[in-house]
C-alpha cells in the first residue's frame, strides 16, 4: 500500500517517503471495514407454550440408577431432588409416554415440561403425557400436556404431589389408580374429551383441591363428565374452607362427585371459562428518524397491551416487506406501566442498514388456554433492520473524498514547481 521513493530532495539531497494516490485511498477504505458492527438479533420461530424449552425424546426411567446413569441433575434426596424441567417432548405412537418413571423411590421433579403429540390429530390410541408407576415422591410441576391420551396417570404411586399444571384437550386429564396420599392442587383440567380427574376403587385418602376443572366432555350429545371417584377417604377440599372451581357447579350447596365414593366438595365455585383470546389494544409505533438513506433509518418502537381472564402466556409481533412473503414472528417483552399495566413492547435501536423491511405488521398473543387473538394489520412504511450500523461506512466515504482532494492538490502544485 505505502511506496517509498528513493528520491533525493532537490535543495537537502534528504530522503523523505511519499505515498501513492493508489495507496492512500486503499488505506483510507479500510476504515469502514474496522469499524464497529451493530446487529440485531431476530427470533424467527413462533412461540409455543414453551418457547424457551429443549426439545428432547421421550423419556423412560425404570430404576432409581436410571436419573444418575441419564445424567439428570441431583441426588434423590428431598432436600436435592432429581430434576427433568424445562423440555419440551412431542411422543408418536411407538412410546407410552412423553415421560415414564417407574420402580422409584427416590425424590425426583418434573418441572416446567411442555408435552403433546407430535400431530394435531383426534385419533384415540394415543400416548400419555407422563406415567408415574410404583413411584413415591414425586413431584410434577407447572407442565402443560396436551392432545394425549392421558395426561398425568399415576398407578401405584405414593405420597406424590401434581401442582400447578395445565391439562387440557386429551382424552382424560387426570386419572389415579391404585394411589394413596397424593395432593392434586392448584391445576387447571378443561377440555378433555371424556373426563377431567378419574379415581379407580384402589385409590385411597388422595386431597384434590383448589384446582380448576370444567368443560370436561363437554358438547351437544354429553353432559359436563368433570370428575368421578370410586375410591375410599380421598378429599375434594383442604378440610377448612377451599375446595375446587367447577364449570358446572349450581351455585348452591355442596358439589356431588360422580361415583361410587359419594364424595362432596364442600366448598365449591362457580368458574366462568375465558372462551376467547387475549383483548389487545393499544397497538401502534413510535420511530424517530435519524437520518435519510434508502430507508428511514431510526429507532423502532412498536407497543401494544394484552389482557385475559385466565392470563396471557405470550404476546408478538409478526411483520414483513411484502403481503405475499413469509412473515417473521418475534416475541415482545412485558413492560408494564402504572399508566400502562398491559403492556408489551418491541424495540429496535437504530440506525441501521439492511434489505429486510418492516412494511406491514401485526400483533397476536395467546393465553393460557391455547385461546388466541390478533390484531389488524398496521403500517405500510418502511423500516430497515438488522445488518451493520452504516456510520463508519459513511464516515469512511467522506475521509476517502477529502484524503484523495489533498493528495490531488498537493501533487498538482508539485507538477506546477
Not at 422409584?104 to 418434573?110: A, L, Q
Request: aromatic share 12%; with cysteine; glycine share 8%.
Amino acid at each position: 500500500m505505502i511506496r517509498w521513493n528513493n528520491q533525493h530532495d532537490a535543495e537537502g539531497g534528504i530522503l523523505r517517503p511519499q505515498m501513492t494516490i493508489t495507496g492512500f485511498l486503499l488505506f483510507l477504505l479500510l476504515i469502514p471495514l474496522v469499524s464497529p458492527i451493530a446487529i440485531v438479533e431476530i427470533s424467527s420461530s413462533p412461540k409455543g407454550v414453551a418457547i424457551y424449552a429443549s426439545i428432547h425424546d421421550p423419556i423412560v426411567i425404570i430404576s432409581d440408577s436410571d436419573f444418575e446413569m441419564q445424567g439428570w441433575p441431583g441426588n434423590g434426596s428431598e432436600n436435592n431432588p432429581y430434576l427433568i424441567e424445562d423440555l419440551e417432548i412431542k411422543s408418536s405412537q411407538t412410546v407410552e409416554a412423553c415421560i415414564q418413571v417407574s420402580y422409584t423411590s427416590v425424590y425426583f421433579i418434573i418441572r416446567n415440561c411442555t408435552l403433546t403429540y407430535e400431530t394435531l390429530n383426534s385419533g384415540y390410541y394415543k400416548p400419555d403425557g407422563i406415567i408415574l408407576h410404583l413411584v413415591s415422591n414425586a413431584r410434577i410441576e407447572n407442565c402443560t400436556i396436551t392432545n394425549l391420551s392421558k395426561g398425568i396417570h399415576l398407578h401405584f404411586v405414593e405420597n406424590s404431589m401434581i401442582n400447578w399444571n395445565s391439562l387440557r384437550f386429551n382424552r382424560i386429564g387426570t386419572v389415579i389408580y391404585e394411589s394413596t396420599d397424593c395432593n392434586i392442587t392448584e391445576n387447571f383440567i378443561a377440555y378433555n374429551t371424556e373426563i377431567g380427574v378419574f379415581l379407580d376403587g384402589e385409590s385411597n385418602r388422595n386431597r384434590i383441591f383448589n384446582n380448576t376443572i370444567g368443560y370436561n366432555q363437554a358438547d351437544l350429545a354429553h353432559a359436563e363428565y368433570n370428575a368421578q371417584d370410586d375410591g375410599h377417604d380421598n378429599l375434594w377440599d383442604d378440610n377448612k374452607t377451599i375446595g375446587n372451581a367447577w364449570s358446572d357447579y349450581s351455585g348452591e350447596g355442596v358439589y356431588n362427585i360422580s361415583g361410587y365414593a359419594n364424595s362432596v366438595d364442600r366448598f365449591p365455585r362457580l368458574v366462568q371459562f375465558d372462551l376467547a383470546g387475549p383483548e389487545l389494544y393499544g397497538v401502534t409505533d413510535w420511530r424517530v428518524t435519524v437520518y435519510p438513506g434508502p430507508c428511514p433509518f431510526s429507532d423502532l418502537t412498536i407497543y401494544a397491551s394484552a389482557r385475559d381472564q385466565t392470563g396471557v402466556d405470550g404476546v408478538f409481533i409478526l411483520y414483513s416487506s411484502s403481503l405475499n412473503e413469509t412473515w417473521t414472528c418475534i416475541e415482545m417483552t412485558y413492560t408494564p406501566t402504572e399508566q400502562y399495566p398491559d403492556r408489551y413492547i418491541f424495540h429496535i435501536d437504530g440506525p441501521f442498514y439492511s434489505f429486510d423491511f418492516i412494511r406491514y405488521y401485526y400483533v397476536w398473543a395467546n393465553d393460557t388456554l391455547g385461546l388466541d387473538s390478533t390484531s389488524e394489520m398496521l403500517g405500510n412504511w418502511n423500516h430497515c433492520i438488522g445488518g451493520p450500523n452504516p456510520f463508519p461506512l459513511i464516515f469512511g466515504i467522506m475521509i476517502t473524498v477529502c484524503g484523495a482532494i489533498v493528495v490531488s492538490f498537493i501533487v498538482s502544485r508539485k507538477k506546477r514547481k
